[in-house]
């Protein structure tokens, strides 16, 4: 609070837009002063150069640092997996992030496939397999997934207590070594997804996570373990192309861009896999939108931004104007099941490959959407400024999190969607792209289970 604080104080008083929320997380007090004072005594190209002192900083030097995969994931180059062979049976799949929203559903879809004979199931923070298991189930059963699985289903879930940001997950050498010669195939969805987190707090989980990870997958060089690594369309923020190709990664000179540490780490992310798979780890990249909640329950993520921002506007009968922010989002049901989907494809695969899917449905306008619930659920609309001075005087904790929006920049341009190869894909695989496209009855849905 006291960082969104000082950004709007700021942006009202000096500059708009001079520091970026991570920013201001990570500059100390004097480089803060002494960029504003710049800003302040210099006229237009001045300010343009003290924008590249801000953003520079040897930041390329920096980023150049972090996206090079170093010595400990070991070169095992030209080893060969049959696909075919793989995901027709018996599949013993590591799985992080159960706990949450995207990983609970993945589970989920995966136990009732029956090429799936064991879901290692890797858990932070708990004293015991019975207390790990016990937060899976009650996070199966809040979604209302539980009642779906059978009991020979449910005993395919194996715990491993550990932790996915630190070396060989904590474990000691034995029980290492035997997942090792146990699992054969890896999804990473574990993550940490705060928007407002600086790239120092994000990288501990999302970037350190991955490093274990392709460890991992090549620690027994008999049995080489593809990944599945989940990243986000976020990596695209504040950058223009005439198309996102699946194959486009944002070189090191546009990460600073992305403005988030969360995006900025899901980038460094994917250059390392990008790199192991040079080094015989084969990897399939999905990037998902924001993932809404389900359509036939209405039940959805409760640290969701989107979401949180649309209960807010509902809760308190408000919404802002001059809303020009696009975003993109689809249903937990369509990105889970098409996830699956194309993991389980051995045409989705390549040896000493990396191939990326942008999962994504079309980007919209917020204010499209916020028009729309006006109608329905008969809300006012009220100058963006005034709009967020009732969230802070309301001091509740969920409004916090939303007001970094900023009304006037879209942080991703209209032409950000599925490439026409991934459409075509999951329509190979009889998945309908429509679905992925949220109605406003999946929002009322989604509004009720919240309020009911």
């Known amino acids: 609070m006291v960082i969104i604080s000082l950004k709007n104080f700021i942006d009202s008083n000096y500059t708009q837009n001079l520091f970026t929320i991570s920013q201001i997380q990570t500059f100390t007090i004097g480089v803060l002063l002494q960029n504003i004072s710049k800003s302040l005594n210099g006229n237009n190209n001045n300010k343009k150069t003290n924008q590249k002192i801000i953003s520079n900083n040897n930041n390329k030097e920096f980023w150049e640092k972090e996206i090079k995969l170093n010595n400990t994931v070991k070169n095992l180059a030209n080893t060969s997996i049959d696909f075919n062979n793989l995901l027709a049976n018996d599949l013993n799949v590591l799985l992080t992030g159960t706990s949450g929203y995207l990983g609970v559903y ?175 780890i084969p990897s399939i990249v999905l990037r998902l939108p924001f993932i809404f909640a389900n359509p036939y329950t209405g039940i959805g993520n409760k640290n969701d931004f989107v979401q949180l921002f649309i209960q807010q506007c509902y809760k308190f009968k408000i919404y802002p104007d001059q809303f020009i922010n696009l975003t993109n989002l689809a249903p937990i049901t369509w990105i889970s099941d098409n996830v699956c989907k194309i993991l389980l494809n051995a045409n989705c695969w390549e040896n000493n490959s990396s191939k990326s899917y942008n999962l994504i449905s079309d980007t919209f306008k917020i204010s499209d959407v916020l028009e729309q619930l006006s109608k329905e659920f008969n809300l006012q609309k009220l100058d963006y400024n005034d709009w967020k001075s009732r969230l802070i005087e309301s001091k509740n904790e969920s409004c916090n999190k939303i007001l970094i929006l900023d009304p006037h920049k879209s942080l991703f341009t209209s032409n950000l969607k599925a490439t026409r190869s991934t459409i075509k894909l999951l329509e190979s695989m009889n998945s309908n792209y429509n679905d992925s496209f949220v109605t406003i009855n999946m929002i009322k849905k989604h509004i009720d289970f919240h309020f009911k």
């Open 106 to 280: 993945l589970l989920s879809n995966l136990l009732k496939r029956s090429n799936c004979s064991k879901i290692y199931c890797l858990v932070r923070n708990k004293k015991s397999n019975n207390e790990a298991l016990e937060t899976i189930i009650n996070n199966l059963k809040y979604h209302r997934l539980y009642e779906q699985i059978t009991a020979n289903e449910f005993k395919k879930i194996e715990i491993i207590l550990g932790d996915i940001s630190i070396q060989q997950f904590g474990l000691q050498d034995g029980q290492y070594n035997n997942i090792a010669s146990n699992i054969n195939l890896i999804i990473n969805c574990g993550a940490n997804t705060n928007l407002i987190s600086p790239y120092s707090e994000c990288k501990p989980i999302n970037v350190a996570s991955t490093y274990e990870m392709l460890k991992f997958a090549n620690h027994n060089e008999k049995l080489i373990k593809p990944i599945v690594h989940i990243s986000s369309f976020s990596i695209f923020t504040n950058i223009q192309r005439e198309e996102f190709e699946d194959s486009f990664i944002p070189s090191v000179d546009q990460i600073e861009q992305s403005e988030n540490g969360y995006g900025q780490s899901k980038i460094v992310s994917e250059y390392l896999v990008r790199e192991a798979s040079n080094r015989g």
